[in-house]
């Protein structure tokens, strides 16, 4: 089978070396040219990491990943090459205006038969299948990451949405080893439904002063079995991606848990991203061992420390 890609970020990076390495051959573009020029190097070292954690003993395994990937600098040779592809997925940071308007540009360049996937985490698939105008064959592939090493992919279908899409679908990742699942067309879907909110309110009893990143994250590591705590899944998140991530399920649902705690907009604001910037929740200084940061001075108090808090 043959994928187009657009998108060639952390998830979109994910997602071509899972395609890739699934014998697929992958066309990716970026309107980012310093994204889409990291591109097959990222992909690289993803595989790498994959063929060391599941003990692959194919010396040409990597290679033979990187030779499936085609970049293409130019918008215009990547609608070329998408034409002949089977599927179109999409991997735009979340953001449905941006997601419809690009969409509604790209998809009506295609034929018909392409098939459609968003790998949105949260948002409803409806108005972006109606943007692309092929409804009966939009829906939403939520894969987990990183993709190659997560199993997990959220299946989400529209209205519209066919019973040949969703079978089509589900059987392509089942042959990518995957464990597709279905899950109602709401804001969050199943996963991040359930997960934002708790990630949230773990921000939020920061915010209070009544847990550490330290101590907060080593609770739910050794009492529920995460295999990381939430403060440390922030930070692989990253905070500008939960900020809009939460803002957009919360403008969806007016479910007041959603809304973004004051803490997350400051991080954002100062640039602590997480691992991608090097400090968040903890310090990325050494990726391999990196340790929890005393964030007091996010603690709100008062209102005068709440204004504080807003410069």
């Known amino acids: 089978m043959k994928f187009a890609i657009l998108g060639t970020g952390i998830m979109g990076r994910g997602w071509i070396t899972q395609c890739a390495m699934s014998g697929h051959e992958v066309h990716c573009y970026d309107a980012n040219a310093k994204t889409l020029s990291g591109t097959v190097t990222g992909c690289e070292k993803l595989a790498a990491t994959v063929a060391k954690k599941f003990k692959y003993e194919d010396a040409n395994f990597v290679s033979n990943v990187t030779e499936k990937i085609f970049i293409h600098n130019e918008k215009s040779a990547f609608i070329a090459a998408a034409r002949g592809c089977d599927v179109f997925l999409e991997v735009i940071y979340e953001d449905l205006k941006l997601k419809c308007s690009v969409l509604a540009e790209f998809l009506p360049q295609l034929p018909e038969s392409v098939v459609f ?55 392509t990742l089942l042959g990518m080893k995957k464990a597709p699942f279905l899950a109602p067309n709401i804001p969050g879907f199943w996963v991040n439904r359930l997960l934002v909110p708790q990630m949230l309110d773990a921000v939020r009893l920061l915010e209070q002063g009544k847990i550490t990143v330290e101590d907060g994250d080593t609770g739910l590591n050794t009492s529920l079995g995460h295999p990381q705590g939430t403060f440390k899944l922030h930070d692989f998140v990253t905070a500008p991606t939960m900020l809009r991530v939460a803002l957009q399920m919360y403008q969806s649902s007016n479910d007041p848990r959603m809304y973004p705690p004051l803490t997350l907009m400051r991080m954002v604001k100062d640039g602590e991203y997480g691992a991608s910037s090097g400090k968040g929740f903890y310090d990325w200084s050494d990726p391999r061992n990196p340790k929890a940061r005393d964030v007091s001075r996010y603690v709100i108090g008062s209102v005068e420390e709440m204004l504080e808090q807003l410069k």
Do not use: C, Y
Not at 120 to 144: F, K, N, Y
Not at 152 to 168: C, L, N, Q, R, Y
């Open 117 to 171: 996937w968003s790998n949105s985490s949260s948002l409803d698939i409806d108005p972006m299948a109606q943007a692309g105008g092929r409804p009966e064959r939009s829906i939403v592939t939520h894969g987990m990451n990183p993709v190659p090493l997560m199993p997990g992919v959220e299946v989400v279908p529209g209205a519209k949405t066919s019973a040949e899409t969703i079978e089509f679908t589900r059987q």
